[in-house]
Structure formats: structure tokens, C-alpha cells
């Protein structure tokens, strides 16, 4: 019986020695099954922003912001502990002064010696501070998620912009192509004109020259057609000189031509591709919208859980 006694007596002891410990280290109320405050620690008076001695026979309502008081979740709230079922939630509470507050918090029924609810005891943790810095954390997420969104949308706006202005660049330099294309079959036609314009020179100078001849037979009745062939002959020769002339003309702009061709052909490509470059950033953009918009729904997920 001596070993019975004393076997109790330590486990009391011992209990007695854990609920103190919890005591000093967490906020604790009790209340009766209608909301009243039966007793208070000095933990939880003074989280609260209470003296100890005040806090007996005030109700819970005055610690709960108003929409949840005037709530059905409020009334469900108190109807499930006063059927026994305990509730374990983060929740936010209103101090003596006003101050919304947050807390982590366990309401436990307590029941008497015929199974009954005889009151509730809430333990419970100050995570004010917790909750405010994971909102503003939160807050500075959804910030940056918001900015990233609007530059991503500004950024393929102007990628557009860009891509429009390539493809008229492209459509100009191909244009541009074509009227060189164009001018390079002109100046082939007119070297073509030149070489047969210089093939009737050259057998008009060989008319004069056997004209000449003949003339020189007929002695003093050929004298006249002498100075027609020598006329025709004088001709002939400007026409060979022009010809050289417009000939070397004709090869210059041939060469500036087909330098402009090469010159042109190499910007086309430039753009060409810059026009496929703007056409990834675009998607770039496009992807750093799409997980700007996944980052904002996390965010939002986020503030919800905090």
C-alpha cells in the first residue's frame, strides 16, 4: 500500500511539474461551455494586453474581431466544443487596446465526472510577428510578380513592334532586291544594244573604206562620194569612241549594281534573322509572363495559408 502511495504521489508530482512547465512557457485561458473566462495565466493576460485580475468573467466575444462574432461559424464554433469536439487552427484575436494580434491555438473541452463539457481550456502561441513578416514577405512576392508580369507584357509588346518594323524591312529589302534584279537585266540589255550598236559601227567604217576606194578609182567624178565616205568614216569613229563610252558607263554601274546586290543580300539576311531573333524573344517573354502569372497564383496561395 506504502509503494501504491507513493507511486501516485510522484506521477501527481509529476503531472503537477508539467502543467507548470506548460504553464510558464504558453498562453492559457480557460472558459465555461457559455464563452465566459473562468481564469487566465499571466501569459495569455498579458498577450492580450490584460491584467490577470481582469480577464475573469469576460466573455470570448471580446477577444474575436466582429465579423466572426456575428458569423454562423461563430455559434458553430461554441456548439462543436460544447459537444466535445476540440478545434486546433490559427486564428486572429483582438487585444484591450484593438491591436489585431494572431495566434496559433488549441481549444480543448474539458469534461467532467459523468463524460460532460464543464469548460474549455485554450492553449495557445503568439505568431504575430511570424504572420507579418510571411505577409510582408507575401506582399513583396506578389509586388515583384506584378512588375514582372507588366514588364513582360511591355516587353512583348515592343518585341512585336520590333518583329512588325523587321518583316517591313524585309519586305522593303526584297522589294529593293527585285528593282536591282531589274536594273541589272536593263544594263544588260543596254550592253547588249552596245555591242550590236558597235558591230554596225564597225561595218559602216568598212562601207567607208571601200567606199573611199571606189571613189579613188573614179578619179575626179568620185571626188564628192570621197567626202561622203570620209563623213561616214568620221561617224563611224565617234560612234565607236561613244560607244566606249557609254560601255565603260554601262560596267560601272554593272559593278556598283551587283555591290549594292551583295551589300542588300546581306542585310535581308541580317534581318531576316534578327526578324527569327525578335521572334524568340517574344516567346521569352511570353514564357517569363506564364511564370510571372504561376508566381502571382502562388503568392496568392500563399497569403491565403498565412
Not at 38 to 58: C, S
Not at 152 to 166: H, M, P, V, Y
Not at 243 to 271: D, L, P
Amino acid at each position: 500500500m506504502l509503494k501504491m502511495k507513493n507511486l501516485k504521489s510522484t506521477q501527481l508530482l509529476e503531472e503537477n511539474a508539467v502543467l507548470a512547465a506548460i504553464e510558464r512557457s504558453l498562453s492559457m485561458i480557460e472558459f465555461d461551455k457559455h464563452g465566459q473566462v473562468i481564469w487566465a495565466n499571466e501569459n495569455f493576460a498579458e498577450t492580450m494586453g490584460y491584467r490577470v485580475d481582469e480577464m475573469p468573467g469576460l466573455h470570448h466575444k471580446i477577444f474575436c474581431t466582429e465579423d466572426f462574432v456575428t458569423s454562423i461559424a461563430y455559434e458553430q464554433f461554441w456548439r462543436n466544443l460544447r459537444n466535445g469536439k476540440s478545434f486546433q487552427e490559427k486564428i486572429k484575436r483582438i487585444t484591450k487596446s484593438g491591436k489585431e494580434i494572431w495566434l496559433e491555438a488549441t481549444y480543448t473541452p474539458v469534461l467532467d465526472h459523468n463524460g460532460k463539457v464543464s469548460a474549455v481550456v485554450k492553449i495557445a502561441t503568439d505568431i504575430t510577428e511570424r504572420e507579418t513578416n510571411a505577409r510582408d514577405v507575401a506582399l513583396r512576392l506578389q509586388g515583384m510578380s506584378e512588375e514582372l508580369h507588366e514588364k513582360a507584357e511591355l516587353g512583348i509588346i515592343r518585341s512585336r513592334d520590333a518583329s512588325i518594323a523587321t518583316s517591313k524591312l524585309v519586305a522593303g529589302s526584297k522589294e529593293n532586291m527585285e528593282i536591282l534584279e531589274s536594273l541589272k537585266t536593263q544594263a544588260q540589255s543596254i550592253r547588249s544594244i552596245v555591242k550590236t550598236v558597235r558591230e554596225i559601227a564597225n561595218q559602216t567604217n568598212l562601207l567607208a573604206l571601200n567606199a573611199a576606194i571606189e571613189a579613188a578609182r573614179a578619179g575626179e567624178h568620185g571626188r564628192g562620194f570621197n567626202v561622203v565616205a570620209g563623213e561616214v568614216r568620221k561617224l563611224s569613229n565617234r560612234v565607236q569612241d561613244s560607244i566606249q563610252e557609254v560601255n565603260a558607263h554601262v560596267e560601272g554601274i554593272t559593278a556598283e549594281i551587283a555591290k549594292i546586290s551583295k551589300v542588300t543580300a546581306q542585310s535581308v539576311e541580317g534581318i531576316t534573322n534578327n526578324q527569327t531573333y525578335n521572334e524568340q524573344v517574344v516567346m521569352a517573354f511570353k514564357e517569363v509572363e506564364n511564370a510571372s502569372t504561376q508566381l502571382d497564383m502562388e503568392v496568392k496561395s500563399f497569403k491565403e495559408i498565412f
